[in-house]
């Protein structure tokens, strides 16, 4: 069904109408890029995601919304900490290359990785790593709310920010609105 019709049907729509117009909204919404990347039995892993929030301030913790079905999902959950990168403009290429094959260590050839204090990879040059350990997983439909309590993070002290953006399928920037 396409997004006119989608606009103009009257009335409740089906299931599957419903999962269209919703990820055609979704897509609306503008959100920051990270790239999720942990160690588990001496692997690095990592994936691209758009869906990372603060949780609390007291005490600070984050939560990431994965697919159960990504191939870093696993290894996020057994090895119980992630380091989340935000990214800049500039890695563009590497939130690209995080989410498609291949896989596992294979991924962190692309970016300057080094192992942080909290013995996970973090990005050199993002605007900030935040290292957290697991602290709760809630599923729900084809995905999972990992809860992070924040426990290491690193912040890089460049001006200006330019952060990375993802919007309709499409990565871009961010500029402030003036008066």
């Not at 290491?152 to 399928?169: D, K, N, R």
Request: glycine residues 8%.
């Amino acid at each position: 069904m396409s997004e006119a019709e989608l606009q103009t049907r009257p009335g409740a729509l089906r299931a599957e109408d419903l999962q269209t117009a919703f990820r055609q909204a979704m897509r609306r919404l503008a959100g920051g890029v990270a790239l999720v990347s942990t160690v588990h039995d001496g692997v690095r892993h990592g994936m691209t995601v758009t869906a990372v929030t603060s949780l609390t301030m007291e005490p600070p913790a984050l939560v990431v919304s994965v697919n159960r079905h990504a191939s870093a999902f696993d290894a996020l959950v057994m090895s119980g900490q992630f380091c989340v990168n935000l990214l800049t403009q500039q890695h563009a290429d590497l939130a690209i290359a995080f989410s498609r094959k291949p896989d596992g260590d294979a991924r962190f050839t692309n970016g300057a990785w080094r192992m942080n204090d909290a013995g996970l990879p973090a990005l050199d040059g993002s605007v900030a790593s935040i290292s957290c350990r697991l602290h709760d997983l809630v599923e729900y439909g084809t995905h999972a709310i990992l809860i992070g309590a924040v426990e290491h993070l690193e912040i890089e002290p460049q001006q200006p920010m330019a952060p990375l953006i993802y919007l309709s399928g499409q990565f871009g920037g961010f500029w402030p609105l003036t008066a």
